[in-house]
Structure formats: C-alpha cells, structure tokens
C-alpha cells in the first residue's frame, strides 16, 4: 500500500507531465511554404492594430504569436499562414 504522502507526490508529477505533453488542438492545413505569407506581414499587421509581439514561431502548420494584445491583455494565438486569419480549435 502507498503512503499517503507518496501518492499525493504521484499525482502531483503526473498531472504536471500531463499539461508539459498537452497539444494544441488549432491546426492549420497544410500549405506549400512558398505560399506562406511572411512572417514580418503578420507582425507588422498586428503591431498596426496595437498588438505587443513577444514571440512567433510555427506549429501545427500555423503562426503562434505570443504577446500582449491592443488591450494589453496577455495572448497566445494561432495565424493561417496563408491569410493570416485568426485559427480556432475545432469544438
């Protein structure tokens, strides 16, 4: 039988390993890379709209722009490539 304590530590590692393997659900389909709009675009875009971009980079197929929005508020959001929409997470 585990000890109390034992078993708390348990969970406790393995709920957090589940949220370091989570994926993100939005996705992009697939699109040839020459047909990416440019990454300097979807900043200068957001940048005009107020937007303070701390990161970009690519997954799932898409932009994944870190930052702060034109409310400051904080945001983490997907990007077609292609139109530079913003991408949601099916439902």
Aim: hydrophobic fraction near 35%; include cysteine; charge should be positive.
């Amino acid at each position: 039988m585990m000890k109390p304590q034992h078993l708390l530590c348990t969970l406790t590692l393995a709920l957090a390993s589940v949220g370091a393997f989570a994926q993100h659900a939005e996705k992009c389909e697939p699109v040839p890379k020459e047909e990416w709009r440019p990454q300097a675009e979807l900043e200068r875009k957001l940048a005009n709209q107020g937007w303070k971009i701390s990161r970009v980079k690519i997954t799932n197929g898409c932009y994944e722009v870190y930052g702060r929005d034109e409310k400051n508020g904080k945001v983490e959001t997907f990007f077609h490539p292609k139109t530079l929409d913003v991408v949601t997470a099916p439902k």
